[in-house]
């Protein structure tokens, strides 16, 4: 299985989707703005500078930024498909939770039950 496949994929792929998700509610709750996306991936994968795997050490650095930036988007975008996180193109802060994070969200809170409350922007 590959990195992608392991943060995307399956009911582990979901709760990297929520983690993900959970992380931009409490940022944006604290400091009233979006976290950026090297601030989610450095939170998430803290082993390697936010990446799941340390990058070959003869990487030209351009190659290297290209190679960061472009394993983040496509997790994100994978993410964002399930509704999980959301951007706005083109802003540089503008990361928050998505429809399908806020609706589990505001169904945990109505819960009776519940006695874990998920943090939401809604």
């Known amino acids: 299985m590959t ?3 392991e943060l995307t994929e399956g009911e582990n792929g979901h709760e990297w989707a929520i983690s993900a998700a959970i992380f931009v509610a409490g940022f ?3 400091r009233h703005e ?3 996306f090297n601030e989610l991936f450095r939170y998430l994968l803290d082993d390697h500078s936010g ?3 340390r990058i070959p050490a003869g990487m030209r650095s351009r190659d290297r930024a290209d190679l960061k930036k472009a394993f983040r988007h496509h997790v994100a975008l994978a993410w964002r498909r399930t509704g ?3 951007w706005a193109t083109g802003e540089y802060r503008s990361l928050h939770v998505g429809p399908a994070f806020r609706k589990r969200s505001r169904m945990r809170r109505s819960s ?3 006695e874990t409350k998920v943090v939401s922007d809604a």
Request: hydrophobic share 35%; glycine share 6%.
């Open 3 to 5: 990195a992608f496949d």
């Open 34 to 36: 979006g976290p950026t």
């Open 112 to 114: 009776p039950h519940s």
């Open 84 to 86: 999980m996180i959301s």
């Open 28 to 30: 944006s709750k604290r």
């Open 51 to 53: 990446l799941p795997a």
